[in-house]
T-cell receptor
């Protein structure tokens, strides 16, 4: 899996959009960008994933650059409950990795702190 | 909605003892993953099972073993416990390789303390 780089921490005011960047310059053609988050000591939680098109769901939006070397996770209206460590993970879908149940490789992540 | 169940939630053991952690996946999920998260560290993948067969292996020590049973629940067995094994152990489940989203659903974790 390609390596990712994220800022160690970020602050955001409550109610504003939180934009979390991730660099993945060695991403390969079949690798997807996944985002998970971990609220203090809870199990990580899936947020969103994408290949090359921008994606949006009820939690967030994912913007992937045209060259796919970086992406941004956007939380449109951050709340205090969004304070967590956010992990950007690059990985193959099982259909491209031989069908195995591959584990997630968590990097250092970004500690997002939402300020009241 | 049903979530991943882990038991026990807390476990205290002495050095050199053994421990068994259990994981019950979301109904109809056939894939289970184990992760270890030491204090102040990021989760580290240990091992996974798909349809009761070991699928992927991460940084699991030789003292640890795991299996998935016919009802898809999984157990992580840890022997000759060391102080450094003190950590949160998360189990996750997913609905198998046919799921295009390949989302892993994590349980609440088991906090193991080795004294």
């Amino acid at each position: 899996d390609a390596k990712t780089t994220q800022p160690p921490s970020m602050d955001c005011a409550e109610g504003r959009a939180a934009n979390l960047p991730c660099n993945h310059s060695t991403i390969s053609g079949n690798e997807y960008v996944y985002w998970y988050r971990q609220i203090h000591s809870q199990g990580p939680q899936y947020i969103i994933h994408g290949l090359k098109n921008n994606e949006t769901n009820e939690m967030a939006s994912l913007i992937i650059t045209e060259d796919r070397k970086s992406s941004t996770l956007i939380l449109p209206h951050a709340t205090l409950r969004d304070t967590a460590v956010y992990y950007c993970i690059v990985r193959l879908l099982p259909m491209y990795s031989g069908g195995g149940a591959d584990g997630l490789t968590f990097g250092k992540g970004t500690h997002l702190i939402i300020q009241p | 909605a049903a979530g991943v169940i882990q038991s026990p939630r807390h476990l205290i053991k002495e050095k050199r003892e053994t421990a068994t952690l259990k994981c019950y996946p979301i109904p109809r999920h056939d894939t289970v993953y184990w992760y270890q998260q030491g204090p102040g560290q990021d989760p580290q993948f240990l091992i996974s099972f798909y349809e009761k067969m070991q699928s992927d292996k991460g940084s699991i020590p030789d003292r640890f073993s795991a299996q998935q049973f016919s009802d898809y629940h999984s157990e992580l067995n840890m022997s000759s416990l060391e102080l450094g094994d003190s950590a949160l152990y998360f189990c996750a489940s997913s609905s198998g390789t046919g799921d295009l989203k390949d989302e892993q659903f994590f349980g609440p974790g088991t906090r193991l303390t080795v004294l």
